[in-house]
């Protein structure tokens, strides 16, 4: 038992069964081809109920799923390599791409702050959700220096991810969005990196593009939560 409790609380557990779950989900995904079998959707859920069933304690698996974040941020450096190749069509196009970006995250934050004035939702649980459209490392940043709750920011971060990633290319089609610009930044605004790999499974420009409006999004976030955060206080 204590060999099992060592193995347990160490960073292999929680990277080992990220990686297979990962994977399982890869494979349903293969043999279902269903946008709702996303990968990402399937190892939250195959991680939770394992969690559960097992009775191992959150603590336990975040040993390894912290060393999984470190990956976080270079992996989100990695998407200036699909910019880097379409550099010129960014050049011709930096108007539309700033613009969009900006109302979109601006767009988010109201949304998200109107609906949790309506509900009364209280504050740290406001200031926590205010950054859900943003990726990973700059949610927690943001959250962290707003005094939010930073588990519950992480949560939005992903389900936002995983809806966009879902309903990406549903939603392309219900509003005819044809130009492989404007998919790219509205999909990489909405719902980051998780997002951004649907993305480029529908072309390379697009993925381009998604991960163009991840940083630029991140940016106008900070600004934007950086004034709301004045307003409430």
């Not at 081809?33 to 069933?53: D, F, Y």
């Not at 304690?57 to 270079?74: S, V």
């Not at 649980?125 to 930073?150: C, D, F």
């Amino acid at each position: 038992m204590q060999n099992l409790s060592e193995l347990l609380y160490s960073p292999y557990f929680g990277v080992i069964a990220t990686i297979f779950a990962y994977q399982a989900g890869v494979s349903i995904q293969k043999k279902v081809k269903h946008p709702l079998a996303n990968p990402i959707l399937i190892a939250v859920l195959l991680i939770c109920t394992l969690l559960v069933i097992m009775d191992i304690p959150l603590e336990a698996y975040q040993e390894g799923g912290n060393l999984i974040y470190l990956f976080l941020a270079p992996a989100t450096a990695a998407l200036a390599v699909p910019i880097y190749k379409n550099w010129q069509i960014l050049r011709l196009n930096w108007k539309p791409i700033i613009a969009g970006t900006m109302a979109g995250s601006f767009s988010s934050i109201v949304i998200v702050f109107a609906l949790c004035k309506l509900f009364k939702v209280e504050e740290s649980l406001t200031l926590s959700l205010l950054s859900k459209s943003v990726t990973t490392p700059i949610a927690v940043g943001i959250t962290e220096q707003l005094g939010g709750i930073v588990p519950i920011a992480i949560a939005a971060v992903i389900f936002s991810g995983i809806t966009g990633n879902i309903m990406a290319p549903f939603l392309v089609k219900v509003f005819r969005v044809e130009d492989p610009v404007a998919q790219g930044i509205g999909i990489g605004t909405a719902s980051h990196a998780i997002g951004t790999t649907r993305a480029i499974t529908m072309g390379e420009l697009q993925g381009a593009m998604s991960g163009l409006a991840i940083g630029l999004s991140g940016l106008w976030t900070v600004f934007w939560t950086f004034l709301f955060s004045v307003w409430i206080g």
